[in-house]
């Protein structure tokens, strides 16, 4: 049983408790107020931090050590031992033993720049890499130019919007149907309306030059409507006042455009650019849907055909997945680095 000077005892030492802990929380917000702005953004993204570890770099690394094993094509483990960068010197030289041939056999006259015998990985990063970069540039500009109508006050506007979105809500697969099915020789009319211009050949999405093109196409009108959209956001948040000023100093509508639109939309339009980069490098279910990897490979093709194609060469395959993501980081870094501005952030 509790005594007077027990409960007593009690008494005075709950208060004792109540101002430790607010003396321990006064210390905190006062180091907190203390951080510099900097700091204290980074303490805020230091969970979002955390998470993007766990579900990011961890795979990555287990991805490299897994890559840094012998393939093992029989027994129950398809892992072998420790090997080193083994798997990246076969990838880059041409010595890994992926499932099959990419690219056709016309390619010497058929595919610029890259010829027969070339290893499997030089010719996926030189398919990814233009594919990158045309549909991205043109995308950016078809895209700026949309976002631009969209931008004026005219009748009809939400209609035009609704066709201009309306490519990006159809699902890659269906996608690469639809362009399957226009250039199929025997099915749609694409193939012999090019065939007869002199663009393409008889069986276009059997040749990596014509397949290529026809990737690119179809990308192109899907994805400007996602440049559109980011482009327009970035344009709506301009003040309006600044156009009338500038109509009133007498600049005209391309000075208007230099000075004032490009460079306050320009971090929406870097962002855009970034974000389809990135989709860009990843690209597989169009590539697959409409005329196949072996006719158009891309880095993650590689991937998909070294982990599935038929032989058990886990290794190799991690080998090109993080040799594909080093790449896109590689890229993600020239970004950065291109566009800064004199405060050190992105434009």
Do not use: H
């Not at 005209?252 to 306050?264: A, D, E, H, V, Y």
């Not at 993650?300 to 080998?319: D, N």
Request: glycine share 8%; charged share 15%; aromatic share 12%.
């Amino acid at each position: 049983m509790a005594t007077d000077t027990d409960t007593d005892g009690i008494a005075g030492g709950e208060p004792g408790r109540q101002q430790d802990r607010e003396r321990t929380g006064n210390a905190v917000v006062n180091w907190m107020e203390g951080l510099s702005e900097a700091a204290y953004a980074y303490l805020l993204l230091l969970p979002a931090f955390a998470l993007l570890t766990l579900i990011a770099f961890y795979p990555m690394i287990r991805t490299f050590i897994t890559s840094l094993r012998a393939d093992q094509t029989r027994g129950l483990d398809p892992l072998g031992g420790f090997v080193g960068i083994e798997n990246y010197v076969d990838i880059l030289t041409g010595n890994a033993r992926l499932a099959r041939q990419f690219l056709d056999v016309g390619l010497t006259s058929s595919f610029p720049f890259v010829e027969l015998g070339t290893p499997f990985f030089q010719q996926a990063l030189f398919v990814t890499l233009a594919f990158a970069v045309i549909s991205v540039v043109t995308e950016t500009v078809i895209g700026f130019g949309q976002a631009y109508v969209l931008d004026q006050d005219f009748r009809g506007r939400r209609w035009v919007r609704v066709a201009i979105i309306l490519p990006w809500a159809v699902p890659i697969v269906i996608q690469g149907m639809i362009f399957f099915l226009l250039f199929q020789p025997t099915v749609g009319f694409g193939s012999d309306l090019m065939q007869s211009l002199g663009i393409f050949s008889a069986t276009p999405l059997a040749n990596s030059r014509d397949a290529f093109i026809i990737i690119l196409v179809a990308d192109i009108w899907k994805s400007s409507a996602f440049m559109a959209l980011l482009i327009l956001a970035g344009l709506q948040s301009v003040d309006r006042s600044l156009y009338d000023v500038a109509r009133v100093a007498g600049a005209s509508p391309w000075q208007r455009f230099k000075l004032i639109t490009l460079p306050l939309v320009m971090p929406a339009l870097l962002v855009a650019m970034l974000f389809r980069t990135m989709d860009a490098m990843r690209v597989f279910g169009l590539i697959e849907s409409t005329a196949g990897c072996t006719t158009v490979p891309s880095l993650t093709c590689l991937v998909v055909e070294a982990m599935f194609g038929g032989t058990r060469i886990y290794a190799t395959a991690a080998a090109v997945a993080f040799a594909t993501a080093l790449v896109i980081g590689l890229i993600i870094g020239v970004y950065l680095l291109l566009f800064r501005d004199t405060d050190g952030g992105m434009y």
